[in-house]
């Protein structure tokens, strides 16, 4: 933008203003101008828990300091000078996707990023880290591999690449990582995964839940509809349900178009305990059979359904006001399945494991 009183517009360029309710710039903001040899701006201003913020995206240098890519800002948005940058100047982009309640920075990067220090820094094929809050690299995370697949068949890809993720700190202490991935650390996870804050996965929290596609009508995006769908937002609702958006067509085997919510019982954190008004299985994991039994012993089953994560039913019973039920599961393959039970008042949703 234009320096506001002046027609030198190179003394006006900048990355960062501050509008009022109006939409018009607040003259006392002070003028924040970023510089990189070709191009300079910021992708992400978040704030620390001290009142200062962290600020990303492609630059060399803020306000004439020198801090490649990242860099913090004082309260009054004075550039704090103790905060020193991993990376080298050049190419690149980084972004931050978390500030945790500890004030370490979650951040993404792309390939063509270097660092100051490679030994210290993730190694290939990752594109995320975690930083202290003045700006070195969290020894003590894991990162975890993301990886999604291309290919010159984009109804078929099958080479690897690697994948970003957005972070979402849940009220666990645990953390919820959402992209384009398809594997993490080699095993399958559909775009969703939990980790603790060493960067080890939990398994079996969203079981295989996920988008699965991105495909309307004949509108597929250029990269395919495997590779083209991903998560790109993550809340966790006050009710403990997670809503989650992106570019899918199907979440789960079933047809939710870029919004989906999650029930509690959907996914687990590292202490996973039986909530009040769940439905009830057991055994869970099962082999033969399964109990099946509404939490409220004066409501009754209308219909259960058994259905695996592709969304076909592979089980439907209709007991006769009836609280509890057997199913017989012994012919089902061995994974995850969720299991649908309807009352006169509600719908329940449960997990099960097939052994």
Request: proline letters at 9%; glycine letters at 10%.
């Amino acid at each position: 933008s234009t320096l506001m009183g002046t027609a030198e517009s190179h003394l006006g360029l900048r990355q960062l203003c501050m509008i009022d309710s109006t939409g018009a710039p607040v003259p006392e903001f002070p003028m924040i101008r970023c510089a990189e040899p070709v191009n300079a701006y910021i992708i992400s201003l978040t704030a620390l828990s001290t009142g200062e913020y962290i600020v990303s995206g492609t630059f060399d240098e803020i306000e004439g300091h020198y801090s490649p890519k990242i860099a913090k800002l004082n309260p009054d948005f004075s550039v704090n000078t103790d905060f020193i940058s991993p990376f080298l100047p050049g190419g690149g982009v980084v972004g931050v996707s978390c500030i945790d309640s500890q004030d370490r920075v979650w951040i993404g990067f792309t390939s063509s990023v270097t660092w100051v220090n490679p030994s210290s820094s993730p190694d290939p094929p990752q594109r995320n880290a975690r930083l202290l809050s003045a700006g070195e690299v969290d020894s003590s995370f894991n990162v975890p591999i993301l990886t999604t697949y291309y290919g010159p068949d984009p109804s078929n890809p099958t080479e690897p690449a690697p994948a970003g993720a957005m972070v979402l700190e849940d009220s666990d202490g645990t953390f919820i990582l959402g992209g384009s991935f398809i594997e993490v650390n080699g095993e399958s996870h559909n775009r969703l995964v939990k980790i603790d804050e060493d960067g080890t996965v939990i398994e079996g929290a969203f079981g295989d839940l996920g988008p699965d596609e991105a495909f309307w009508g004949t509108w597929t995006p250029p990269i395919g509809p495997i590779v083209g769908a991903y998560v790109s937002v993550m809340r966790k609702l006050p009710d403990g349900k997670l809503l989650i958006g992106g570019q899918f067509s199907s979440f789960g085997g079933e047809p939710y178009s870029c919004l989906v919510r999650l029930q509690p019982a959907g996914f687990v954190g590292t202490d996973e305990r039986e909530q009040p008004g769940a439905l009830k299985l057991w055994p869970n994991p099962a082999r033969a059979l399964v109990k099946v039994a509404l939490p409220d012993s004066n409501e009754f089953i209308e219909y259960i359904e058994i259905y695996d994560l592709q969304g076909r039913t592979v089980r439907f019973r209709e007991p006769q006001h009836r609280n509890e039920i057997k199913i017989e599961i012994g012919d089902l393959p061995t994974g995850m399945y969720l299991v649908r039970a309807v009352s006169a008042a509600r719908m329940y949703t449960q997990k099960l494991v097939v052994e």
